[in-house]
């Protein structure tokens, strides 16, 4: 199904509005249109990019069509009989090669400024957007909202659990975003917009999620219905590029607020380190027991720990408080500095990313993981 | 213009003024030990340039095995679930002391993984080895294979024999560029044997100066990029020298076969651009070994300053890449056609002006990371790439109309190569475009178009290339029957595994990915059945071919009617190619008013074609009489 405003931008494009705009819908589904999540993504500023690439496309498709129909049919038509020379032809005219340079250039030029102007439209950010925080890190996304709220909820993407970032519908929402590591680069399929994250530099993303309407793919608890978007990493950044993903979920706008409130609001220790695992742990450690980049936390507590270089602490060791508190802490400060016998040199320091409560919540949390 | 006399003997090499080299160059000088250390040692350019050809497909051999290892781990994505946990003995389910059964995490998917017996492990090590797999590929396929393909392999043997030289201007340096080719290429080996690296062959920073921080694997991956630069630097050179210096007599500048005009402007691009990502891969290795901070942030630099390094060099290596495949359909669609080529000198002004834009339109790779204003400038500029690349697609086609096609091997390539080509350059205009390429940068679109341009467009030339002038580098036919039909089994897989990563590519599927979500499968799954059966298409190629030198029949001088020089001599060429300086008469494209040397009058019934055909016998005949002489 396609809003008012494809079946205008795809109609304004096309020669004749009846025939070809349902060919030019088909086309269009097919081309970008998935199966469940991404169906018919309506944020505002799709159809910018949809269009001028569907005008491409049918230019395309035309010259296409057009070469190899006379490219096959010259080849059997001429084809070589013996007793036969090529016949005389000119090898050269100059208005044909100046039309084919000229009418082509015609519209790449037209091209060239429909480009310009949607990209100029999908990067100027409106001066009321919401403005969120997000970081990129191998290999997560954090999120912070204007309240200081940190998304507590996950879903199972692929082979990892991934956060699940809230945004009201209907409304602009930009990301002042910066990388702690190397480069990665915040793409929303549905959104048709991707933009680099770099260490030591701002960059800026904003969008205008769809109204929900009928479009919804899930329901929350309360009954709320709620619309996800895939969030992938699109720029090379090591072992776990791939599961370096995350939803947007589009909600209601009076959802999101009271989303964002019942997290901000929650001060239990156990579950603000929670929270800091599913924003900057999931990745790389399991609760469940499973291996993955960096040790499980299951049974962390209390169980002994070898390193690379021969050293460690005994089961005892790791069962005292305080003890085990240090280690914590030493481990996600300065992590190179003791490897675990079996992983490699993965982890990022997380210095000055975690306040004394989130340090202390993530050591809570990991003594209930029995 | 266009007559032929006797004169023209001399291409063929009567009344030589000496009696030594006038055997075939691949005439063995001894035994084994001479005959390897006279290859070792040669300064030949054809010798050159079949070495060039068989490290070359070695390498594409390689890389060709890294690019299945790819696509097979993405045949199946990478999955963890939790399932309960059984009791191997009895199958039943395990259950803690409250009762509650006992769950385990499961992972499946993992393919390469499973080499390192990583079945069941985190999934670091496979997407990891998966990293360093497609970095192998890349890395291989545009250092070591694409790059030196066409330029070195088959410029290197025709170029001088296409300009009636003897040899190129500095024989020695010629050489030399390949010893440096292949010490390059062992240092990439050492790399891979040393592990690897898992940096993409792009190198990114601050990726590539922090990976593997314990390891010099990625800087032995980045000196064997800086020093393959040596080598094309100088073959560039050379061929650039060559073209100005050694034309044979009647040759002027629009006299050159379309292939000479294409390597020309390849060799400038090589020239000036290879220097800029020499200093960037050292300034590159002194971060990593001495801190110094240029391009990691950690240490004071700028990451994207790399990439406009990078970019700089790697746009115009892009035309580096193509235009020697543009350069081999130049030669291939008029000989098979037996036509003029169309647009003789929008061709040639066609690859000047390619060369030219290449190098300002790096910014295009970055339009998600650059500012606005530099995204602009650039998105216009690259338009004007397409121009010139639209003229010479237009000039090819155009070609055809009313000539004399036979469908003959190199002609089924070369055809192909403009049904790829087109594809490959229509689908480069969305990415060209601003608002288009936001989405679509960094994503299987990008993937699936340069491959149709770099494969389809040049590697398909180059293997074309093979096949036009095969008969005339070893004196053997192939069976054509066998060649067309592998070609067609290339076809078909090429266009299976690259077309379905356009629509992966606009559905959302990012590049480098070792896994990918379940809407995705079924595409991935098509592109790898793709891929097996190009893989298959290729080795039937291969075998082909050694079929050929094992088995088939002598070459006449001139199979497929060509009139450039290289079809006047011996197949194969003698050593010096001709028996004395050879005078040019005619164009290279003058097939409806010359006889091709060697053809039936009957069969190519040009004005005045039996005495051309007399003069043609009479000269044959005056170098046997020579030949029989010595």
């Known amino acids: 199904m396609m809003t008012t405003e494809h079946i205008a931008s795809s109609a304004s494009i096309l020669p004749s509005p009846a025939f070809p705009a349902a060919l030019g819908d088909i086309a269009h589904n097919f081309i970008f249109k998935r199966e469940g999540m991404g169906a018919d993504p309506m944020a505002a500023g799709v159809s910018a990019v949809d269009s001028i690439f569907m005008y491409i496309f049918w230019i395309s498709t035309v010259v296409f069509v057009g070469i190899t129909v006379v490219m096959l049919y010259w080849t059997f038509k001429y084809r070589r009989r013996p007793g036969t020379i090529a016949q005389a032809s000119p090898s050269h005219n100059t208005i044909l090669e100046l039309a084919w340079s000229v009418v082509p250039l015609g519209f790449f030029v037209y091209m060239f400024f429909e480009g310009f102007h949607g990209y100029i439209s999908r990067i100027s950010v409106p001066p009321d957007a919401i403005e969120l925080k997000l970081t990129g890190r191998k290999w997560s996304w954090g999120v912070t909202y204007p309240n200081g709220a940190e998304s507590p909820e996950t879903r199972h993407v692929g082979a990892t659990d991934v956060p699940v970032f809230y945004v009201p519908e209907g409304k602009p929402v930009k990301f002042r975003m910066i990388s702690t590591d190397v480069l990665h680069s915040f793409w929303i399929p549905d959104f048709r917009i991707k933009v680099d994250v770099i260490p030591n530099r701002y960059t800026s993303y904003w969008f205008n999620a769809e109204k929900l309407d009928a479009h919804s793919t899930g329901t929350l608890a309360d009954g709320t219905k709620y619309r996800d978007h895939f969030v992938f990493c699109a720029e090379y950044c090591g072992d776990l590029h791939s599961e370096m993903a995350a939803i947007i979920r589009v909600v209601p706008e009076a959802s999101y607020n009271a989303t964002i409130t019942k997290w901000v609001d929650a001060v239990d220790p156990v579950e603000l380190g929670r929270r800091q695992w599913v924003a900057k742990c999931a990745s790389c450690h399991t609760i469940d027991g499973g291996k993955n980049t960096g040790p499980t936390w299951k049974g962390i507590f209390g169980r002994a720990v070898g390193f690379t270089d021969g050293g460690g602490h005994s089961a005892e060791e790791m069962s005292n408080p305080d003890a085990f508190a240090n280690y914590v802490r030493e481990s996600v400060m300065t992590p190179a500095k003791h490897i675990v016998a079996g992983y490699t040199n993965a982890m990022p320091s997380f210095a000055g990313q975690l306040s004394e409560a989130q340090m202390n919540g993530i050591i809570e949390y990991m003594k209930t993981l029995k | ?630």
């Open chain 2, 1 to 630: 213009m266009a007559t032929i006399d006797d004169r023209n003997a001399n291409a063929l090499g009567a009344a030589a003024g000496h009696g030594h080299d006038e055997g075939s160059y691949l005439t063995p000088k001894g035994g084994l030990i001479t005959t390897i250390w006279d290859w070792a040692t040669t300064v030949d350019h054809k010798k050159i340039g079949v070495m060039y050809m068989c490290a070359v497909l070695m390498m594409f051999f390689f890389g060709g095995v890294a690019a299945l290892a790819v696509r097979t781990e993405l045949l199946t994505p990478v999955r963890t679930q939790q399932v309960q946990q059984v009791n191997p003995e009895t199958g039943a389910p395990v259950v803690d002391a409250a009762g509650q059964p006992v769950m385990k995490s499961v992972t499946t998917g993992q393919w390469l993984g499973s080499f390192l017996g990583a079945e069941g492990d985190s999934i670091n090590k496979n997407n990891n080895l998966y990293n360093r797999a497609f970095t192998l590929h890349g890395a291989i396929m545009v250092f070591m294979v694409i790059v030196p393909s066409v330029p070195a392999a088959l410029g290197n043997f025709f170029l001088p024999i296409l300009i009636g030289a003897k040899d190129v201007a500095f024989p020695r340096l010629n050489l030399l560029s390949w010893y440096i080719y292949v010490c390059g290429s062992i240092f990439g080996v050492m790399a891979i044997l040393m592990g690897g690296v898992d940096t993409g062959w792009t190198f990114y920073t601050p990726y590539s100066t922090t990976t593997d921080a314990d390891y010099m694997r990625v800087v032995y991956m980045v000196l064997a990029a800086f020093i393959l630069g040596f080598s094309s630097i100088l073959t560039g050179l050379n061929f650039v020298v060559s073209v100005h210096k050694l034309r044979a007599p009647g040759m002027g500048w629009f006299d050159m076969p379309l292939f000479v005009w294409a390597v020309y402007a390849t060799s400038i691009l090589q020239v000036l651009a290879t220097p800029v990502i020499g200093i960037t891969l050292l300034l590159l290795i002194f971060e990593r070994l001495f801190h110094v901070g240029i391009f990691d942030p950690g240490l004071g630099g700028d990451p994207v300053l790399f990439q406009h390094f990078f970019w700089f060099y790697s746009h115009p290596v892009v035309y580096v890449m193509i235009l020697p495949g543009m350069a081999i359909i130049n030669e291939i669609i008029p000989v098979h056609s037996h036509k003029k080529i169309f647009g003789y000198r929008s061709m040639a002004f066609a690859s000047l002006g390619i060369a030219a834009v290449s190098f300002l339109v790096w910014g295009h790779h970055m339009f998600t990371s650059e500012g606005e204003l530099a995204a602009t400038v650039f998105s216009a500029l690259t338009f004007l790439v397409a121009i010139p690349t639209a003229v010479k697609v237009f000039n090819w086609v155009g070609t055809l109309y009313k000539g004399s096609i036979s469908l003959t091997a190199p002609m089924v390539y070369a055809l192909i190569f403009l049904f790829l080509f087109t594809i490959g350059g229509l689908t480069g205009l969305p990415l060209a475009t601003l608002s288009s390429d936001i989405h679509l940068h960094d994503s299987y679109f990008v993937v699936a178009h340069f491959h149709y341009v770099m494969m389809g467009g040049t590697i398909i030339a180059f293997v074309g290339g093979i096949h036009h002038w095969w008969p005339k580098m070893f004196g053997k036919m192939y069976n054509e029957r066998a060649a067309i039909f592998f070609a067609i089994v290339v076809f078909i897989g090429f266009n299976l595994t690259f077309f379905t990563q356009f629509i992966l590519g606009t559905r959302g599927m990012p590049r480098r990915y070792a896994s990918y979500v379940d809407e995705f499968q079924f595409l991935h799954q098509l592109s790898t059945i793709g891929s097996y059966i190009l893989g298959v298409g290729f080795m039937g190629s291969l075998a082909v071919f050694v079929h050929s030198l094992l088995a088939g029949k002598t070459a006449p001088r001139n199979p497929w009617g060509g009139l450039t020089l290289e079809w006047h001599i011996e197949s194969p060429p003698t050593t010096h190619n001709f028996h004395k300086e050879p005078i040019v008469h005619h164009g290279p494209y003058d097939f409806e008013t010359i006889l091709p040397p060697g053809w039936d009058p009957k069969d190519y019934p040009v004005p005045n074609a039996e005495a051309q055909a007399a003069a043609y016998a009479r000269a044959l005949a005056a170098e046997k009489a020579h030949a029989s002489h010595h």
